[in-house]
């Protein structure tokens, strides 16, 4: 099947290459972060992770979202899905992938990676994550494929694939909780330390990668005349909301709690985050502009008669992804190191270098999505001809 | 039977082994001379036996290193039944003065470079 | 009908395998687990090393024991506040005591800068994230690094309640202004911290900035001795820990 990506017109070809010169950029800049060592990023001991733990964090959740597709799909046999659980996989795969690159890119010591292997240390988080990561990642990839292996031979698929994936429905729940675990396990970090870190990173996550989903969909209908039912893209639209709904309203839940038992700790971390502290405010524009877009896509999203409207939950769809991509990918880590253990406010924002290995990074995660895509439509497309 | 694309998969196989080969074929030629290691000149035996350090002498002193940092356990006591410190820059590097001429000369002919001195220091 | 009976079946043989890998998950989790929360389990190891800080003693621009401790360990000096190393340092007493801070502190507290350094806790979260084990307790208490094990994933700086942990964010040799050639250096891209000078004691040395202090601020002893001069002092003074409320119990005392 793989050929299949191999053959493309001239736009797809320029698109790759387009690519291929970001990943270039991305992996220079990296050899002068391994030369220098990770002083030349933002980060400092104060705010010792950046830009990469919070895109990590993030797309983490896009690859757990796709389980959105696979549950209505396999278990519910919503046949309306049946075209775009493959898209949903392979975004799944690219996310993971993406995901694991941020983390080596964090690493102070890169070439001791396979000590979380070597040294397994099963009372750390980040030894479950190593674990639930890869084990996602190879999970996708398999059920995807092999799918849509099944398909181009215009046979069943092999028994042997259902078990996997159902086992890939409770592992995208494991994947985006044991990362929330990473963070809401800490003493002394406030805005990280609540037990609905999990269930919120959840319902960011699915209504996040749906609405990448969506943008994704509407896309390649313009682009490759890719032929979709309204009725998957409204149903998506519809996880999108409910799942945004549920993200904002767990999102007041940790306002109501900070600010009715006015513990300063408990205040301090969304107060920097919303109004500034200490004099410290380089994120307000960011999260404010996050509160607005969320909500007011939520509004237009409501509105059944404005939904069905393609522009509208085009606009709505990017709303929402660039929202939750500032509240998970910026605030949430940024904002758990506000105040230092030591209560006083430095902030960070990433070096030229950081920012270009990060989008080094997400090149890598733009070309796996559309090396992939491009050979499941090309299958879908001989299969249906 | 036959091969499509016979003569591309010959360029390729042929292109793939000259690749995983390079580093044999690339020191073709250069110099096979054992380095003289500079032995010392007061001490006549090391912690342990020649053949024995000289194959074992890494792994020794990783032992060594995670006894010392993570039991806080310092003397090692040979298979002799002597006693040392276990310690490189202070047990080895005693007798065994110039690393330049014991250490890195074998490490540089079999191109492997320990960390050890991107953090430990040979006193002056 | 019969598929979602089937369903059912799997997602019950899911949730079996769920549950097993979560024993599993206790059975491995550190002492810090809830029978560590119930009972005090402090007293089985016969040394826990620990640190009386006196600071009724502690004179404001005195800094002989920070200077003795980064001078000994091969501290760098940077001047970038970005990439400066700290094994010991000074700040502000509601800086360290944010919960014991209210409106109306004593003259003798209120601006006095604190010493302070690794807490060296019983409960240290940053063991307990640790992915390698390259921060670890050692049987005497003290919470050692281990350099060459460390990833340099920071997740113990983001763990540690007291803002001890310090990341070599680049090269540091070049940035010590007198390198002691008995201590290693470290290599960036590792975490370091306190040590409790774990490298003097086994000299039967006292730790450097107890050694150097003209003023007796500091007393290191054996927390699990009764009979230790540390201890001694405990019984007679009011002494605190650094955010009591976190669990972690710190092994260094305030008298404030």
Redesign the interface.
Known sequence: MIEKAWSGNRNYWLWILFLLVLISIGIYCYSLQFE?????TG????V??GVYIAQFTFFVGVAASAVMLVIPYY?H?YKAFGKIVVLGEFLAVSAVLMCLLF?LA????PM??L??I??P????????D?LVLNGYLVLNMTCGWVALDAEKKRTAPPKWIK?LI??SI?WAVSIHTVTAF??A?????HLWLTAILAPRFLASAFASGPALLIILILLLKKLVQFEIANEAIQKLATIVLYASIINFFFLGLEFFTAFYSNI??HMHGLVYLYAGLQGQHALIIWMWTSLVLGLGAIVLLLIPDLKREENILLISSVAIFFSLWIDKGIGMVLG??VP?????VTEYSPSAVEIFITLGIWAVGILTLTLLYKIALSVQKEAAA | MKIYDSGKIGLGLIFFIALVTFPFWVSIGGNKQMPELKMPDSAHECVESKEFMRTNHMRLLNQW??SV????N?IYVSSTGKSYVKSL?KTCLNCHSSKEEFCERCHTYASVRP?CW??????? | MN?RRN?LK??SA??VL?ASSFS??NK???NTSLAAVTSSSSEKNKVRWGMVVDMRKCKDDCELCIDACHQVHNVPDFEN?????KWIKK?PY???F?SKNHQYPSENVKSKPFL?FCNHCEHP?CV???????T?K???GIV?M??????????C???????E???????SRSAIPN?D??Y????????EKCNFC?ERL?KNQKPACVEVCPEKVLTFGNLNDPNSEIREILKSNQASVR?PE???KPSVFYIL
Not at chain 1, 121 to 128: D, I, K, Q, V
Not at chain 1, 340 to 344: D, H, I
Not at chain 3, 146 to 155: A, E, K, N, P, V
Not at chain 3, 184 to 191: D, E, I, L, W
């Open positions: 220098y060592g990770l002083g030349i980060m400092s001991n104060d010792s992770w278990l046999d983390i964090d690493m102070g010591m001791r990676v000590y979380v070597i040294h240390t099963p009372n750390s988080m980040l030894f479950w190593m078990p159902y086992l409770p990473l963070y396990g800490l003493p002394s970090r300063p700790g758990g190191f230092t253990p030591l209560e006083t | 290193r995670d940092v993570r039991e806080n310092y820059t960390y991107s953090c430990h220091l040979e006193s002056e | 598929n369903f799997k997602l899911i949730s769920g599993l998950l491995f989790s550190d506040p970005k990439d400066q190393i700040a509601p800086n360290l944010p302070t979260p307990r994230v640790c992915p390698t084990k390259a670890f050692k049987p005497d050692e281990d350099f060459h094990r460390c990833i340099g994933c920071r997740f700086m983001a763990a540690c309640p007291y803002g942990r310090s990341f070599n964010w680049r090269d390198i050639r008995s290693p250096t470290r290599q960036r891209g590792v975490v774990s086994a955010k976190l669990g972690a």
